[in-house]
Structures are given as C-alpha cells and as structure tokens.
T-cell receptor, first 113, second 115 residues
Framework: GEDVEQSLFLSVREGDSSVINCTYTDSSSTYLYWYKQEPGAGLQLLTYIFSNMDMKQDQRLTVLLNKKDKHLSLRIADTQTGDSAIYFCAESIASGGSYIPTFGRGTSLIVHP | ETGVTQSPTHLIKTRGQQVTLRCSSQSGHNTVSWYQQALGQGPQFIFQYYREEENGRGNFPPRFSGLQFPNYSSELNVNALELDDSALYLC??????????????FGQGTRLTVV
C-alpha cells in the first residue's frame, strides 16, 4: 500500500477554510512537507514541519502534526480561487543512509467563487 | 524561485530512443534526487546522488541511470524509451549529506512524451 495517504479531492467556497489531511508511516521522518502543484507546473514547497513540533503557522497556512497517530494536516485560512491546485503531503523515509521524500497521490483542492 | 532549474521543459521522443534530462542545483547542495510523476499520480522516487555517487534507488529498471557533476549539475538518462515513460520528471536538491534529512527544493520539471 501507499506509504503516504491523502484524500483525492476537496471542494470549498472562496473565503472558507480548507483542511487537507494526510497519514504517513515512517516515525523516523525528520521533515514532513506540504507541496503545491498548479496545472502543468513543478512542485512548490509550501511549508514543512520538523517532527519534534506539533504545530507550525505561516500566514494563512497552519500545519498540525499528530505523531502518535502519524497524521498531518494543512489548514488554509480564507481560501482563495488562486489556491486551487493539487497539494502533496510528503515524508522523508530513511533508506540506506539517505532520506527520501516520499509523496502521497495528492489532494485536488477546488475553490468555488 | 527554488534555485533549481531543469532543461528542457518539454521533450518528445520516439519509443526505443534514448533521452538525457538535465538539472542544475543550488550551489552547495550536494544531494540531488530524481522523480517521475505520471499523470494523476504523486512523484515516484527514481534515485538519489550524493557527491557524484548513487545514494539510494527506487523501483526503476537499470535503463534509468544518472550522473552528478561537481558543479552541482546532474543528468537523468533513460535508454530504450517506452510509452509508459511519458511523465513529468522532477529533480530536487538539498544540502544534506548521507544520513541527514534536510529540506528538498524542486525544479519545475521536464515533460517527456514518448510516441
């Protein structure tokens, strides 16, 4: 099965908050990431959280980490139409002396006016 | 801007041909990883290089190979292209070394189409 799991779709109204959830498997991950990908583009690092933190806030973005349940969430406050994109959760998995960012399939966020 | 650039941005190749994709990392980033992202999927790890040596490999066949150079540039080579190789290829660089987990910065990708 997938190491990182996310729901595939989320639809919200402009101005509402969006919450994108993710579960991961490797408790040794140092970094947990959220990336944004707009159509036809590469990956944009939105934010990341160290595994020894519970929460990180960065302007409209809030990341919550529950290490016990291996659950990560990204909250986008006051969601705008420009936030419509695919959001990827990623964890770093230790493999042979290196750390490999490992991605979920992505959550497609659709923001309605 | 991540400081990671990839070339070309788009490429069309014929089945059976060979292709070389290029990536230029941020200065000081000794680790580079390559990913394949098929349509509708998350990026899949191909391999990672640290200081010009392979430092981890995903579930990809040997016809996927790479090189990393001292000037922070790297290449992904794919031989005997198949239709299923059509995807967005992403490179990511980070400053961490072996056994270190550091933030990864991605390029914009190369869109490869195999016909």
């Amino acid at each position: 099965g997938e190491d990182v799991e996310q729901s595939l779709f989320l639809s919200v109204r402009e101005g509402d908050s969006s919450v994108i959830n993710c579960t991961y498997t490797d408790s040794s991950s140092t970094y947990l990431y959220w990336y944004k990908q707009e159509p036809g583009a590469g990956l944009q690092l939105l934010t990341y959280i160290f595994s020894n933190m519970d929460m990180k806030q960065d302007q409209r973005l809030t990341v919550l980490l529950n290490k016990k349940d291996k659950h990560l969430s990204l909250r986008i406050a006051d969601t705008q139409t420009g936030d419509s994109a695919i959001y990827f959760c990623a964890e770093s998995i230790a493999s042979g002396g290196s750390y490999i960012p490992t991605f979920g399939r992505g959550t497609s966020l659709i923001v309605h006016p | 801007e991540t400081g990671v650039t990839q070339s070309p941005t788009h490429l069309i190749k014929t089945r059976g041909q060979q292709v070389t994709l290029r990536c230029s990392s941020q200065s000081g980033h000794n680790t580079v990883s390559w990913y394949q992202q098929a349509l509708g999927q998350g990026p899949q790890f191909i391999f990672q290089y640290y200081r010009e040596e392979e430092n981890g490999r995903g579930n990809f066949p040997p016809r996927f190979s790479g090189l990393q150079f001292p000037n922070y540039s790297s290449e992904l080579n794919v031989n005997a292209l198949e239709l299923d190789d059509s995807a967005l290829y992403l490179c990511a660089s980070s400053w961490g070394g072996r056994g270190e987990d550091t933030e990864a910065f991605f390029g914009q990708g190369t869109r490869l189409t195999v016909v």
